[in-house]
């Protein structure tokens, strides 16, 4: 899964495929804020369909009598793959489910730069110092495919696409405020388009050449030190590797793990 | 087979044992210091030699008098009097709170949630007075969700702090199943190594007294096969303790079994302090012509089907596997090395249990030290049946344990 990266650096869960469970871990990291009184906050996303999971109503519940600030923010694009929100669920959106729980909650338009930025500031503040959850739903269009091995015009019709692509694009909108401010114009739109496309292409490069990670990185992090039985099932691997190397590919680098 | 344990009450422990435990002592007992250093602990390894140089038979004499008046109805006096150090004597689930207080007291990153945990002390009394000492955010009580709280303590446990997850009872975990092994066991693995998870998870699990069947569950057998997590079972107060306390220590995601009919076990333990290494088996009784591989409460039906094997003039080899998983191979090889014949007896059932996982393992690595195929007695593939005469039989007994032996031994 290329988008589940994580950096511990930059306060950022390690994203799991496993919908809604992220939830409860922000209320576990909310708790372990709020026991060391930091003045922080957790945001923890999700969608439409993540509303669905047990998992949600958990954690929204937790937070609520945990009274933890943690801003729980579900991005309604309207579409779980090829479910739409009127088959997810017959309430009236998410930001109702929140009010159920005694969580605080708001629904925002989501495609608004602006609106979301005002209500996500708040919402963190409100969460900090009154140490109490919020809900913010963020009401937005899910334009492109659930992924690429996806052809959403299956299931929807191609207007209905073309409409929030044209009428309620958030870049647009931006863009247009922007602009009628004077901060913007095309030529700076052109030189950023060009000068992220080059450092993307830069970057692309650099990670080609950049060695596979070997047959020992496969049992590495399982534990925090490798253990005699995985040792055993690295040994066996690349015995099996090196006696059968046409079998394998070539660009897979051998090597042990080093034994600390 | 209820007389085997001494002062064993209703499984749905939710009275007090019959010593309560002297708060004071209890507070005593845990202001030792410690220097962090290991020197100041004592670590016992499974063939009773303490790593301090203390004299090794000594120790090993020490360990057999802590192994027997665990396993015995009536404590050998005599044995225990000539202890050198006198230790005190406490239930196995006052050993876990032991354990688990001297944890919180010495790192203030160890938390405890769970149901009913906090001001009720937990259904097995063992976080009693826990909340009052350490405060309700410490020591969390929680709404009704299994996969909230240990999805909760695993978000916990990646931003830094070192949470004890109790499942009121094992089974209940099921409904966390998602968050143990989607994210606990994994995400230290998919994060890179950036987010370590060291949360521990216990709870009472094995068939009770009539709990019915699906308050009876052994966990261990779904949850072996997950990836990134160590599975320890407690048996005795003194591994109980010492067990508990390495898993907080550990860095891992540890999930501590433990049993409902074995928390009102009484045993002496050390003064102080002590810690058991999560990945060994422990050593129970020392033996040539088999050797019986068992974990947890079916450890007692093996212990009482020694006592008639020896009578009958075998001399089993008895080891306590303790470390689920991974298993400790190294101990189990040197006993089937010595003995040619195996017998597993475990709670688990028949069909991809602990066992199972064991007998193929031994095959694997040592089948040429087998002078018989294995032998893995085990409950059948049944829900527990509610009926007690029926749960009776579905659990391995020490007449069966006899047999078994005896056939193998021919």
Same mark, same amino acid.
């Given at each position: 899964?290329?988008?589940?990266?994580?950096?511990?650096?930059?306060?950022?869960?390690?994203?799991?495929?496993?919908?809604?469970?992220?939830?409860?871990?922000?209320?576990?990291a909310?708790?372990s804020?709020?026991?060391?009184?930091?003045?922080?906050c957790?945001? !923890?996303?999700f969608g439409d369909? !993540?509303?669905?999971?047990g998992?949600?109503?958990?954690a929204?519940?937790?937070a609520a009598v945990?009274e933890?600030?943690?801003?729980?923010l579900?991005?309604?694009?309207?579409?779980a793959?090829?479910t739409?929100?009127s088959?997810?669920?017959?309430?009236?959106?998410?930001v109702?489910?929140?009010?159920?729980?005694?969580v605080?909650s708001?629904?925002?338009d989501?495609?608004?730069a602006?609106?979301?930025?005002?209500?996500?500031?708040?919402?963190?503040?409100?969460a900090?110092?009154?140490?109490?959850?919020?809900?913010?739903?963020?009401? #937005?269009?899910?334009v492109?495919?659930? #992924? #690429?091995?996806?052809?959403?015009?299956?299931?929807r019709?191609?207007?209905?696409?073309?409409?929030?692509?044209?009428?309620?694009?958030?870049?647009t909108?931006?863009?247009?405020?922007?602009?009628?401010?004077?901060?913007?114009?095309?030529e700076?739109?052109?030189?950023?388009?060009?000068n992220?496309?080059?450092?993307?292409?830069?970057?692309?490069?650099?990670?080609?050449k950049?060695?596979?990670?070997?047959? !020992?990185d496969?049992?590495?992090?399982?534990?925090d030190?490798?253990?005699?039985?995985?040792?055993?099932?690295?040994?066996?691997?690349?015995?099996?590797?090196?006696?059968?190397?046409?079998?394998y590919?070539?660009?897979?680098?051998?090597?042990?793990?080093p034994?600390? | 087979?209820a007389?085997?344990?001494q002062?064993?009450?209703?499984?749905?422990?939710?009275?007090?044992?019959?010593?309560p435990?002297?708060?004071?002592?209890?507070?005593?007992?845990?202001?030792?210091?410690?220097?962090g250093k290991?020197?100041?602990?004592v670590?016992v390894?499974?063939?009773?030699?303490?790593?301090?140089?203390?004299?090794?038979?000594?120790?090993?004499?020490?360990?057999?008098?802590?192994?027997?008046?665990a396993?015995?109805?009536?404590?050998?006096?005599a044995?225990?009097?000539?202890?050198s150090?006198?230790?005190?004597?406490?239930?196995?689930?006052?050993?876990?709170?032991?354990?688990?207080?001297?944890e919180?007291?010495r790192?203030n990153?160890?938390?405890?949630?769970?149901?009913d945990?906090?001001?009720?002390?937990?259904s097995?009394k063992?976080t009693?007075?826990?909340?009052?000492?350490?405060?309700d955010?410490?020591?969390?009580?929680?709404?009704?969700a299994?996969?909230a709280?240990?999805?909760m303590g695993i978000?916990?446990a990646?931003t830094?702090l070192?949470?004890?997850?109790?499942?009121?009872?094992?089974?209940?975990?099921l409904?966390?199943?998602?968050?143990?092994?989607?994210n606990?066991g994994?995400?230290?693995?998919t994060?890179?190594?950036?987010?370590?998870?060291?949360?521990?998870?216990?709870?009472?699990?094995?068939?009770?007294?009539?709990l019915?069947?699906e308050?009876?569950?052994?966990?261990?057998?779904?949850?072996?096969?997950?990836?990134?997590?160590?599975?320890?079972?407690?048996?005795t107060?003194?591994?109980?303790?010492?067990?508990?306390?390495?898993?907080?220590?550990?860095?891992?995601? =540890?999930?501590?079994?433990?049993?409902v009919?074995?928390?009102?076990l009484?045993?002496?333990?050390?003064?102080?302090?002590?810690?058991?290494?999560?990945?060994?088996?422990?050593m =129970?009784?020392?033996?040539?012509?088999?050797?019986?591989l068992?974990?947890?409460?079916?450890?007692?039906?093996?212990?009482?089907?020694?006592k008639?094997?020896?009578?009958?003039?075998?001399?089993?080899?008895?080891?306590d596997?303790?470390s689920?998983?991974?298993f400790?191979l190294h101990?189990?090889?040197?006993?089937?090395?010595?003995?040619?014949r195996v017998?597993?007896?475990e709670e688990?059932?028949?069909?991809?249990?602990?066992?199972?996982?064991?007998?193929?393992?031994?095959?694997?690595?040592f089948?040429?030290?087998?002078d018989?195929?294995?032998?893995?007695?085990?409950?059948?593939?049944?829900?527990?049946?509610?009926?007690?005469?029926?749960e009776?039989?579905t659990?391995?007994?020490?007449a069966?344990i006899?047999?078994?032996?005896?056939q193998?031994?021919?």
């Amino acid at each position: 899964m290329p988008v589940h990266y994580g950096s511990k650096k930059l306060n950022y869960f390690t994203v799991a495929s496993t919908i809604a469970s992220q939830l409860p871990h922000a209320v576990g990291a909310a708790y372990s804020l709020k026991m060391d009184g930091k003045d922080a906050c957790v945001v !923890g996303y999700f969608g439409d369909g !993540g509303s669905s999971e047990g998992d949600f109503h958990a954690a929204l519940n937790f937070a609520a009598v945990l009274e933890a600030p943690v801003i729980f923010l579900c991005r309604n694009n309207g579409w779980a793959i090829s479910t739409p929100a009127s088959d997810q669920f017959r309430s009236d959106g998410v930001v109702v489910k929140g009010q159920a729980y005694g969580v605080r909650s708001i629904r925002v338009d989501g495609n608004d730069a602006l609106a979301m930025y005002s209500a996500v500031r708040s919402a963190r503040e409100m969460a900090i110092t009154e140490q109490k959850p919020i809900l913010i739903e963020a009401v #937005t269009y899910r334009v492109g495919h659930h #992924t #690429t091995s996806d052809d959403s015009t299956r299931y929807r019709p191609l207007e209905e696409i073309e409409w929030w692509q044209m009428a309620r694009n958030p870049l647009t909108l931006y863009r247009k405020w922007l602009e009628s401010n004077g901060w913007w114009n095309d030529e700076a739109e052109a030189e950023l388009r060009s000068n992220s496309r080059k450092e993307l292409l830069k970057a692309i490069q650099v990670a080609e050449k950049i060695e596979k990670p070997p047959v !020992g990185d496969m049992f590495t992090d399982v534990y925090d030190a490798v253990p005699s039985n995985l040792f055993e099932q690295e040994k066996l691997l690349q015995q099996t590797v090196t006696r059968y190397p046409q079998d394998y590919p070539s660009d897979v680098p051998v090597r042990a793990v080093p034994s600390s | 087979m209820a007389t085997v344990f001494q002062g064993l009450g209703a499984t749905a422990a939710i009275t007090a044992a019959a010593n309560p435990l002297d708060s004071n002592k209890f507070l005593l007992s845990s202001r030792r210091s410690f220097s962090g250093k290991k020197t100041s602990l004592v670590v016992v390894r499974s063939d009773g030699s303490l790593n301090l140089n203390t004299g090794s038979s000594a120790g090993a004499r020490r360990l057999d008098q802590l192994v027997t008046n665990a396993v015995a109805t009536k404590a050998d006096a005599a044995a225990a009097a000539s202890a050198s150090k006198p230790g005190h004597e406490l239930l196995l689930y006052e050993a876990l709170r032991e354990g688990l207080e001297e944890e919180m007291d010495r790192d203030n990153r160890v938390c405890v949630m769970g149901e009913d945990v906090g001001h009720y002390g937990g259904s097995y009394k063992v976080t009693r007075g826990l909340a009052d000492k350490f405060g309700d955010l410490r020591v969390l009580d929680t709404p009704i969700a299994e996969n909230a709280f240990t999805g909760m303590g695993i978000g916990a446990a990646m931003t830094g702090l070192r949470p004890i997850v109790e499942g009121m009872n094992m089974g209940f975990l099921l409904l966390a199943f998602n968050q143990i092994s989607n994210n606990c066991g994994m995400l230290h693995y998919t994060s890179g190594g950036q987010f370590t998870i060291p949360i521990v998870i216990r709870g009472p699990g094995g068939v009770g007294r009539q709990l019915g069947a699906e308050h009876s569950q052994r966990l261990e057998s779904y949850f072996q096969s997950i990836p990134g997590i160590q599975m320890v079972a407690c048996s005795t107060p003194y591994n109980a303790k010492g067990l508990m306390k390495a898993a907080i220590r550990s860095e891992n995601p =540890v999930i501590l079994f433990e049993h409902v009919l074995l928390y009102n076990l009484k045993e002496r333990i050390p003064d102080e302090e002590y810690i058991c290494n999560l990945e060994e088996a422990e050593m =129970v009784r020392p033996g040539e012509h088999i050797t019986i591989l068992t974990y947890s409460r079916m450890r007692y039906h093996v212990m009482q089907a020694a006592k008639t094997l020896v009578n009958k003039g075998y001399d089993p080899e008895v080891i306590d596997i303790r470390s689920l998983k991974p298993f400790d191979l190294h101990t189990i090889g040197n006993s089937v090395k010595k003995t040619h014949r195996v017998l597993i007896v475990e709670e688990c059932m028949r069909t991809g249990g602990i066992g199972a996982s064991l007998t193929a393992a031994i095959n694997e690595n040592f089948i040429d030290y087998l002078d018989a195929p294995i032998v893995c007695l085990s409950s059948q593939d049944v829900p527990t049946p509610y009926a007690g005469t029926l749960e009776e039989f579905t659990i391995v007994q020490p007449a069966q344990i006899v047999t078994a032996v005896e056939q193998l031994c021919q």
